[in-house]
């Protein structure tokens, strides 16, 4: 099946510098589309408020309600331009970690969708004894990565009503379990490049995956990362 035994993967092709700085470049758009386009339409629908506010003074029912459905578009085009900037960098992934990003995804994924999502995680399985985050700053962005391409395949290919994912601790990985009850990867299915990239990724982050089709339906995706030493922990960043 396609596990990361079975091909050869051209790192040099898409190097982890390369990544970096793709990261780096989108992290900036995540927050130039929060900075001044959401906070734009916030500024807009704040001024569209007291607009409203003044009319039904002076009795307008007709433009308040007019003002009601431009509030309405508003504030879906500001939801919208809050989801696009959280694929592009989540922010809870900087501010609270790997295990609340993935939980957020998760959430926002069954709203989109209608896809009944799920989400365990085993006490001390990302945090280790003295507190501290077992995976680094970058294995934590590749994970984050690899799961939003799970999710995408799961919507492109998969007509899955539930998807249950786990994060479970061993002493030295962690293991991400993403199980869903669709159609099930064919034994033939064609990489592409999102898997491509779900097996460089799990690599460099010092992983490995499998991917494989469920008895009686659907497909497992089972990436186990490495926890680092805190040497190693500290290179990575
Ligand atoms: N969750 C899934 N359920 C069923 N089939 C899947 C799933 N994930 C991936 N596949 C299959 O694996 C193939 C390769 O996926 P991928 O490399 O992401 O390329 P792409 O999504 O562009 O087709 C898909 O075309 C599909 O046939
Ligand atoms: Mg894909």
Redesign the pocket.
Known sequence: M?DDRDNNIDTDKLSADVRAHIERELKGYAHNIHDEISGGISGVIIQLENIKRTLARVGDEKTVSDINLVILSATETLEASRRIANKLRPSLLDHFGLAAAIDQMLKDFQIRYGVNTSLVIEPNALISKNDKQKLSERQCLEVFRIAQ??L???I???N?HHVDCEINGELEHVIFTFK?D?????WD??????????KIRALSAHGSVS?TPLCPC??M?KLKVKVLNNDAHRQEG
Do not use: P, R, S, Y
Request: with cysteine; charged share 10%.
């Open positions: 396609l391409e799970v995408n395949n799961i492109k290919h998969a899955a869903d669709g159609c099930g990867i064919g299915a064609v990489q592409g490049v999102g898997i491509g990239g779900i991917i659907g497909t995706v």
